[in-house]
């Protein structure tokens, strides 16, 4: 019964279509009669003969062609052209039966002007209810309010994002206009929509029309000027959208789709230039090679994981005490690396026996050593932890590796190392000592990487600060002037990989993190990004410096200049010269501490007899920290350090850091 409604109603269309057809027969044979002729002539019986056999003539070579099967609401271009060659065999028909027979009484001409007229009133009238049917044409108004559209960048992308997204949702979306800095296409149009100027009228244009939206959508841009005109956009009201992946768009000429540009995150504020790798260098290095990670789930070892396993490893050994976070990284790679080799291991770095038992048991080649306590306050409280799971911990896996002839150790260290002002910090410097020294000692090669933070770390300050925007604020920064570098957990990963290719034994390798990124400038940023105005919807506040934080970190010590790699984003530090005996004490004596109830007094002694650079920041410090704005400044490539005992100010030049 429905099959047979279905067929009904398309007969009653195609019945329909075929009636205003022959009317718009009837017109361009009146038209052209009526521009030919005089107009009694109309009302005679030629005439009428002549408009009926066209009518007939007509319908039937549409139906022939298969005119009328033709779905109105998704005709196009290629229909249009068959109505075209319709009329022009009608008209030639019909010229025929002028020379045969006295039925009709159009000449080839006039045959030809009927056709014409006729043909354009088919297809206007197609395209105007396919306009009507698809929403190109509303004709009523509708009550939706619509998003208001700001383009940037006036090139190929931009044009296939108002032909391809826009034409089939105008009743959501109003394209306002486009922002480009070419001058010379400034009030030119692209499919319509005006040009209105360059990125200087982004926010005049914005608080003008009220924009909802603005889509970033320039192919081939720098990392810095992309940055300035994203920030330039946050500073608006409106939200903005990127096209992920864009050169792949335009290569392989995919379609853009609304759903997917992607909000604009932190890291696109940030400007960092894509960094080139050597994988044939790492391939070499990690390939049919075992390769052990400690913290393994962590942030930095989860990704080391990932990227290690593209390098097709002999065998991956994954070992972490977060028996959660490891599984998940398990479930992710064996996915999508279903020929690896992958084991996973729940165990604690502390733990010195299950060490060597893992070591003995899988002999890896290259250790990458992650696994530490990170979270400055916390471990200011516990310093004993700190000491038992950073310094002991990575003790442990030092031993072992030298034991089992592993070829080289990696030890991931952090900014936070350079004249530390926290325990943490201490420890993983005591860490950097640790591997200088056993590499002196043993044919393994051991070095350390150092880099600051990375964007959305556990624990990082990214997380918190979108928690704290989602639940409708405050914000809450230590200092207003606290600096930290950022980088991304992909590249600096990757720069992991590719210093250790460059390693020969006891370097630490410093990546260079750009520019340093003040924290409140980065609250405000976040703010924006989730649509709303800082200290008016989100309010930031300023908490004061927690223990053992500093306002701004650096990448090396007094003692260490800095040398370039191969890779400009990567530099090493020239080996420094301690004391190995007073290293060996110092750690018998935090070995001693940890293994009875100490204080936090008698462990940071014990610190600072092996990093005599930490300085505990106490009350009087923060102050002084807070007027001077850092007892470290990065300016100008130099690193200014202040010694507190003779106020002496000595300049080192550090390169890009």
């Known amino acids: 019964m429905l099959v047979k409604k279905i067929k009904n109603n398309t007969t009653y269309r195609r019945i329909g279509i075929a009636i205003i057809d022959a009317f718009f027969v009837v017109i361009g044979y009146f038209a052209t009669f009526l521009f030919t002729d005089n107009v009694e002539k109309i009302v005679s019986n030629a005439f009428i003969n002549t408009v009926i056999v066209a009518v007939i003539v007509y319908i039937a070579v549409f139906y022939l062609l298969k005119v009328y099967k033709s779905i109105t609401k998704y005709s196009g271009v290629r229909d249009y052209v068959v109505i075209g060659f319709c009329c022009i065999i009608s008209s030639s028909l019909l010229s025929t039966f002028n020379q045969l027979s006295n039925i009709v009484i159009y000449g080839i001409k006039r045959s030809i002007l009927a056709a014409f007229i006729t043909g354009f009133c088919c297809v206007a009238y197609r395209v105007l209810i396919r306009s009507i049917l698809d929403g190109t044409i509303r004709l009523r108004r509708s009550k939706k309010k619509k998003e208001k559209i700001l383009i940037i960048g006036g090139g190929s992308v931009a044009a296939r994002v108002i032909k391809n997204v826009f034409s089939s949702i105008k009743e959501e979306y109003k394209i306002i206009g486009i922002i480009d800095d070419n001058e010379s296409k400034i009030k030119c149009c692209i499919n319509g929509v005006e040009i209105l100027g360059d990125r200087n009228k982004i926010i005049e244009t914005c608080e003008k029309n009220k924009i909802d939206l603005i889509l970033f959508s320039i192919a081939k841009i720098d990392a810095e000027n992309q940055k300035e005109i994203l920030n330039i956009c946050s500073r608006t009201k409106a939200k903005i959208k990127i096209i992920p992946n864009i050169e792949e768009i335009i290569k392989n000429d995919i379609p853009i789709k609304l759903s997917e ?4 995150e932190i890291e696109d504020l940030l400007g960092r230039q894509p960094i080139k790798l050597d994988d044939n260098d790492i391939s070499k290095f990690i390939k049919q090679k075992t390769v052990l990670v400690t913290g393994g789930g962590g942030s930095i070892g989860s990704e080391l994981c990932r990227q290690i396993a593209s390098f097709e490893p ?12 490891l599984y998940e990284i398990e479930r992710e790679l064996r996915k999508k690396y279903p020929q690896l080799q992958l084991e996973t291991i729940i165990s604690s770095v502390r733990d010195k026996r299950r060490i060597n038992e893992i070591f003995e048991m899988y002999i890896p080649e290259i250790v990458f050593h992650t696994a530490a306590h990170k979270h400055v306050p916390l471990m200011e409280t516990v310093p004993g932890e700190a000491i038992k799971n950073n310094v002991f911990g990575t003790l442990n ?5 030298v034991k089992n002839n592993v070829k080289k150790f990696i030890l991931i260290s952090t900014d936070k190392a350079v004249n530390p002002t926290s325990i943490m910090g201490a420890t993983k410097r005591i860490c950097e000592m640790i591997i200088q020294a056993k ?6 090669e051991f070095v350390a990487v150092r880099f600051g933070n990375v964007l959305g770390s556990n624990g990082s300050v990214i997380p918190i600060f979108k928690n704290q925007i989602k639940e409708g604020g405050p914000i809450t920064v230590t200092h207003k002037d606290i600096t930290r570098y950022f980088m991304t957990i992909s ?14 034994g006891g370097e630490i390798f410093v990546l260079d993190m750009g520019e340093p990124v003040k924290i409140y400038d980065l609250a405000e940023n976040l703010i924006r990004l989730a649509g709303h105005e800082p ?9 004061g410096l927690r223990p053992g934080e500093k306002l701004y970190e650096e990448l090396l010590v007094s003692e260490e200049g800095l040398v370039k790699t191969m890779h400009e984003k990567i530099m090493v530090s020239r080996i420094m010269d301690f004391d190995k005996k007073s290293l060996e004490i110092g750690l018998k004596n935090l070995k001693g501490l940890v293994n009875t109830t100490s204080t936090k007094k008698e462990y940071i002694r014990a610190v600072k007899k092996i ?11 923060k102050k002084s920290n807070d007027n001077n704005k850092s007892n470290n400044v990065k300016k100008l490539g130099y690193i200014i350090n202040v010694n507190e005992k003779n106020n002496k100010i000595e300049n080192r030049k550090v390169g890009n850091l």
């Open 397 to 401: 896996v030092a031993n072992a590796s």
């Open 261 to 264: 540009f992607k909000d604009v």
């Open 535 to 543: 200290n008016v919807d989100i309010k930031i506040e300023l908490t």
């Open 491 to 504: 590249e600096a990963v990757g720069l992991i990989l590719q210093a250790i290719t460059f390693a020969s």
């Open 611 to 621: 990093v005599p650079s930490f300085i505990e920041l106490s009350e009087t410090t």
């Open 314 to 325: 002999k065998k991956l050994v994954m070992v972490d005490i977060y028996e959660n976070a």
């Open 439 to 444: 590499n002196t000692e043993s044919s393994t």
